[in-house]
């Protein structure tokens, strides 16, 4: 079974691919992670270093490769689970591996700016709390500075909102014409949302 996981910023994509992953026995592939990965033996290395390290975008036909050669391993025989990948219609359009489901995970968007506008970090020890749902004790608990990355704040998270509503909700709206889409409510703790899914999958 080809799974894509789709959604706002912020909905738990990774946490509920690796859930489904150990479920159905099928790998998580990232995106994200499979152009970190890059080995330094590839030739396209320095073109996907280049453009990361700058914080840019790597380009759909750089992507779409790697993503085509990572997908015809022989553990994706069975099926995968692909996170980051179809976020506008050009990565559909450089690269369609004929997905047999297309999970949509919705939250709202005053969750996905709080979880990622609250979301702060412990400069000395890099763990990370949210000040809309942590207790005040656990945020007392950093031994140093809380700090805010520049990319989680609020004005940073709804040009991301705009982007996903103007490139990513067309998509889905294809994928929803096409009979692939099923909509899971992503708001509840991501055990609930885990177990809503499998009853969509009809997996015990």
């Not at 380009?59 to 990572?70: A, C, H, N, P, Y």
């Not at 990355?149 to 991301?160: F, P, Q």
Request: charged content about 30%.
């Amino acid at each position: 079974m080809k799974i894509l996981l789709i959604g706002p910023p912020a909905c738990g994509k990774g946490t509920i691919g690796e859930l489904l992953s150990e479920k159905l026995k099928l790998p998580l592939i990232s995106v994200g992670q499979l152009l970190r990965d890059v080995p330094e033996t590839d030739p396209r290395y320095e073109r996907v270093h280049a453009k990361m390290d700058k914080g840019d975008l790597v380009s759909g036909e750089i992507t779409s490769e790697l993503l085509k050669d990572r997908l015809d391993m022989d553990d994706c025989k069975n099926g995968y689970i692909l996170d980051g990948w179809c976020r506008k219609f050009a990565d559909l359009h450089a690269y369609d591996p004929g997905f047999d489901m297309v999970l949509y995970l919705h939250i709202s968007e005053d969750t996905v700016i709080k979880r990622i506008s609250g979301r702060r970090i412990c400069e000395a020890t890099g763990e990370i709390f949210n000040v809309y749902t942590m207790s005040p004790e656990a945020l007392k608990s950093c031994p140093s500075d809380i700090i805010q990355r520049a990319d989680d704040r609020e004005e940073v998270v709804k040009e991301r909102l705009v982007s996903f509503k103007e490139e990513t909700l067309p998509v889905i709206e294809h994928f929803r014409k096409q009979h692939l889409l099923f909509q899971v409510d992503a708001e509840p703790k991501p055990d609930e949302v885990f177990k809503n899914i499998c009853k969509v999958l009809k997996v015990n």
